[in-house]
Nanobody
Framework: QVQLVESGGGLVQPGGSLRLACAASGSIFIIYSMGWYRQAPGKQRELVATVTRGGTTNYDDSVKGRFTVSLDNAKKTVYLQMNSLKPEDTAVYYC???????????????WGQGTQVTVSS
């Protein structure tokens, strides 16, 4: 089993910054990717940003140039630095990882419990 523990959400004014962190623990042999998705009220969950263990990143167009995703493989922790936040960034942010738990196993997809980010004056 794999656990993802998120931290860093909160209330911030428009134009402000927040840094989210998500630490993975448990049975992990290889982390293929980690990243962040978000879900606003009444909307579907959507991709924010992902990063592979090799460092390849992928961003939604709405956050490019404002958000930066990074992965510390040794700590099994993914970060999301969010700058120039807008009210439309308000959502619950979910951590995601795709891992192989042990040699010879398949890949598995795990989600964190979510952390609220609210951008409001």
């Amino acid at each position: 089993q794999v656990q993802l523990v998120e931290s860093g959400g909160g209330l911030v004014q428009p134009g402000g910054s927040l840094r989210l962190a998500c630490a993975a623990s448990g049975s992990i042999f290889i982390i293929y990717s980690m990243g962040w998705y978000r879900q606003a009220p009444g909307k579907q969950r959507e991709l924010v940003a992902t990063v592979t263990r090799g460092g390849t990143t992928n961003y939604d167009d709405s956050v490019k140039g404002r958000f930066t995703v990074s992965l510390d493989n040794a700590k099994k922790t993914v970060y999301l630095q969010m700058n120039s936040l807008k009210p439309e960034d308000t959502a619950v942010y979910y951590c995601n990882t795709i891992i192989t738990p042990f040699v010879g196993s398949g890949t598995y997809n795990y989600w964190g419990q979510g952390t609220q980010v609210t951008v409001s004056s």
